[in-house]
Structure formats: C-alpha cells, structure tokens
C-alpha cells in the first residue's frame, strides 16, 4: 500500500523480487492505495503490480493476488457511494486493468457499508448496532454476492472475502451464500497485533469453525510496535510523518508504554522488536496467514525473517505478562 507514494516502481520490483525468492505468494492491494488515500495516488499501488506483471507475465500463476474494492467515504473513488452491485462489477473491471491481469485471486470488500467497530470505533458507546437497518444491509450484502457471482462465472475473479468486518458480517454472508447458491466469503482481514487483539477470541473461533481464513493487517499497529515512534519520535519519511485519514489514534501513553516493554523482551531474547510481533501474531491459533509491509527492502527481509523464528514458551511467557498489563491500550 506504500507503493506509488512512498515506493517507487524500482523499489516495489525489488521487494516483489526478494518476497518470491523467499516463498511469498501473496501478494495484497486495494483499489484505494497508496496511502494515505488521495485522488492523486488512487490506484497506484494496482498500477505498479501491473507493470511488473506487464514484464513478467509468465510468472502470473506464481502469484495469489488479492484485492479490495473500496467502500463509502471517499469522494473521488465513485462519488463516495456504498459498495452495489454496480460498484463491485465496475470496480473489479477497473483494478484488472491497472493490475494487467485477466483474473484476480481473491476480491474483496475493503470496508462494509455500514459503520464497524474498527479503527479506534471498539469502544462501548462509540457506536451505536441498534441504528442500523438490519433488513436494509442485507439486501445489499445479497446484490453485492450476486455481483461477485457474476464476476466469478466472467473467470474475472476466483475467491471473495472481506475486510474490516465483523462477526454478524461474516455469518450473514454465509448465511445469505447458502440461502442463495451464491459465492461464499473464504477470508477476512482485520487489524490484529499485540497492541489490537480484539478479534480474540470470538470473531477468531468462529472464523476457524465457519473455515473463513483470517488474515491479520498491521502486525505491527502501523509500524508502532517496530518501536520506531517512542515517545514522539517521527523517523524522516516514516509513514506517520505522512498525514493520516483517521488521524495517529494509535499514538496513546498507554500504547507507548507497551511499546516500550515489548522491546525490552524482544532484546532480552534476541528478536528485533518487530521480529517479536509477527512471530507472536503469527502463533496465534486461527491466524492464517499475516499480512506485513515495508517501506524498504531491508524492513521486509526483516519481516520475513520473523517467521523462522518460533516463540519459545519462555518469550511467550515474557509477551503475556506485558500483554496482561495492557489488553487494549489504543
């Protein structure tokens, strides 16, 4: 998502390059990148995946390429309507383009029409689910499902699933796909870490038992647990230097003072602070597969590292004990 505003094409080659050196094959964008989010940099992210596949072409089927469809909110992305039916078949048309490719892995909804309890909303009082019209949101779940069944049928995309979604979500689009012999959602991405574990245990059981994949974003809560924002600090081209849409509602005292331990029992085992957290998130019964980021080659061989270093119950042990001592500080 850091492609095309903080990433150039040369860079992004470079990092597509090493991630498939290193057995990565999924690859995750949106319609709506690079962020933060902007008329000027919407759909770059899909572009520069398309020209590198534009100069390999015949290494397509190494690739499992997912994308979203953008929901409600932003003006330039279709007048800032919800998620239809129409939207979905336009949208999807669209990102085939910019990613150069006749078909897409897996499509999914970024963000649902209505409001959910993600990015910073998880509080009790923030929201309100007894405003919404719950016979309304189906019918457009059942459109929306109709529109991926169209596109599935078309061989323009093989798999649905969602984003930033909730229990309720998944289950009624479940229900909705049985009901009708429809398309059924396979995966859902929420943002999940050791700062923002919500998702456990509930949504996480039900996802296992319903054989919906979870997909963690930010594992590293927006490169906060790499340690690099302590106490205020704003790396030169760090990407909280960037403006934020949602503004840095993760930047609270007590997140900090988290951060802070959990560095200390990544050096006290001889992990790099990010290194800790994905390893952790990635030891998570449920968790299918985690989604990272970087911004330059050697964040993601860093990254990648992270996932031949199992946890020892003694490290786990260490991360509980912060953990226990803050369960939800942002």
Known sequence: M?????????????????????????????????????????????????????????????????????????????????????????????????????????????????????FGKHFPGHISFSDIDRQKHENQMLEILQALASCIKAGKIRHCGLSDDTTWGINTYLKLSEKHDLPRMVSIQNEFSLLHAKDWPYLIENCVHEDVAYLPWSPLAAGMLSGKYIDGARPAGSRWTYMQRKGIFRDTEIANSAVKEYVEVAKTHGFTPSQLALAWCNQVDGVTSTIIGATNLDQLKENVAAFSKPLSEEVLADINTVFRRYPVPY
């Open 2 to 118: 850091t492609w095309g505003l903080q990433n150039t094409q040369q860079q992004a080659d470079q990092q597509i390059e090493y991630a498939l050196s290193q057995g990565i094959n999924f690859i995750d964008t949106a319609e709506m990148y690079a962020v933060p989010p902007s008329p000027e940099t919407y759909g770059k992210t899909e572009e520069i995946i398309g020209d590198w596949l534009s100069r390999n072409p015949q290494r397509r089927g190494e690739l499992i390429i997912a994308t979203k469809i953008a929901g409600a909110g932003l003006p330039w992305v279709r007048g800032g309507g919800p998620i239809t039916g129409e939207a979905v078949i336009a949208a999807v048309d669209a990102s085939l383009k910019r990613l150069n490719t006749d078909y897409i892995d897996l499509y999914q909804l970024h963000w649902p029409n209505r409001t959910t309890p993600h």
